[in-house]
């Protein structure tokens, strides 16, 4: 009898350890109560937005450093810093004696050629002189006249004009100081519409073209103007890869400053009726995103979601979820499938 039982028991005895060792580990992770933070799946309408910080500066040909013409001393200084200006204001004079000494010395020549051009053109027409003569005299008269009105402008250029409309940004000389050629005088910003230059990743550069609806937000405010995408780089930088976009702002309240960072947001499109979790709730798994959604029983099952759109802590997803379904917020790193949590 020991022989013929003794195969059979020991059969049932490895049989019964067998299924009594996965039975633990199942039971094991089943029984695993993980707190979690819990949120529900929902289907709504979610905005696909680009939001990029930039730098805000005068548009092309919107600033302008002011310039001596010529060494000489400051006699006045017409604005101060804020001043708004009109294009041909007057805003600086040098008091320079050897270009108005230079004006007319060349003025006083080129009247006395005219002069004497004239006086050969009557001698020719009395049979005195030759036609040679008058040529002479006559293109002398000519230079005479052109190195004096050269010398005039040089000289009205002592007059430091505005060579357009805006605000003074600095003001760098003082009534009574000499100065070199080439020192600085003026700053001058049309700051009455501003340029806020971006870096688009190269990924989101297909949503975005010129005349696209923009909104600006300076850095430290919370107004929000009105703006528009101007153009798009047809290429990206090989380092960041991403391209350069222009948005052009209208500032005539003087709310935005050249120089100050800025938020863009620029509405690429809305996408209604999306399955959206919150953006906690994705993690990754592997080389895929994933979420873990917590049954009736509060066991957890990973599902594999492919992310699309981001808003304001909420992403639109593709996946196998349903609106009502709850899924993990918080207290998913070390997750399984399979295991038991407790919401928070």
Do not use: W
């Amino acid at each position: 009898m020991r022989s013929r039982l003794g195969p059979v028991c020991l059969a049932l005895l490895v049989a019964c350890g067998t299924s009594g060792g996965d039975s633990s580990e199942s039971t094991s992770l089943s029984h695993t109560r993980v707190p979690v933070g819990v949120a529900s799946v929902v289907r709504d309408t979610i905005r696909d937005e680009l939001v990029l910080t930039g730098r805000l500066g005068p548009k092309p040909g919107g600033s302008a450093l002011l310039t001596a013409p010529a060494a000489g001393v400051i006699s006045s200084v017409n604005v101060q810093v804020g001043a708004r200006v009109k294009r041909g204001a007057e805003l600086v004079t040098l008091d320079v004696p050897e270009l108005a000494a230079d004006a007319r010395q060349k003025e006083a020549a080129a009247a006395q050629a005219e002069r004497e051009a004239a006086r050969q053109q009557r001698l020719l027409n009395d049979g005195v002189t030759s036609q040679r003569a008058v040529e002479e005299a006559a293109a002398a008269a000519g230079q005479a006249t052109s190195a004096a009105e050269a010398s005039k402008a040089l000289l009205a250029r002592t007059r430091v004009r505005a060579p357009l409309s805006g605000r003074v940004q600095a003001v760098r000389a003082r009534r009574g100081e000499r100065v070199d050629a080439g020192a600085p005088l003026v700053d001058l910003i049309d700051a009455d519409t501003l340029d806020l230059h971006l870096a688009v990743p190269s990924g989101r550069l297909a949503g975005v073209h010129a005349g696209q609806p923009a909104t600006v937000v300076q850095e430290g405010d919370t107004t929000s103007y009105p703006a528009r995408i101007l153009v798009v780089a047809p290429g990206v930088d090989s380092l960041t890869n991403a391209g350069d976009v222009v948005v052009r702002v209208a500032n005539r309240d003087g709310g935005l400053l050249a120089g100050a960072g800025a938020t863009a947001r620029v509405l690429i499109g809305l996408e209604s009726q999306a399955l959206i979790v919150p953006d906690s709730a994705v993690v990754l798994a592997g080389d895929s995103s994933a979420v873990f959604v917590v049954g009736a029983d509060s066991i957890v099952h990973q599902r594999t979601v492919l992310p699309r759109v981001h808003q304001g802590g909420r992403v639109a997803v593709q996946g196998q979820l349903e609106p009502g379904d709850k899924v993990v917020t918080t207290g998913a790193f070390g997750l399984q499938d399979g295991m038991r949590v407790v919401a928070k």
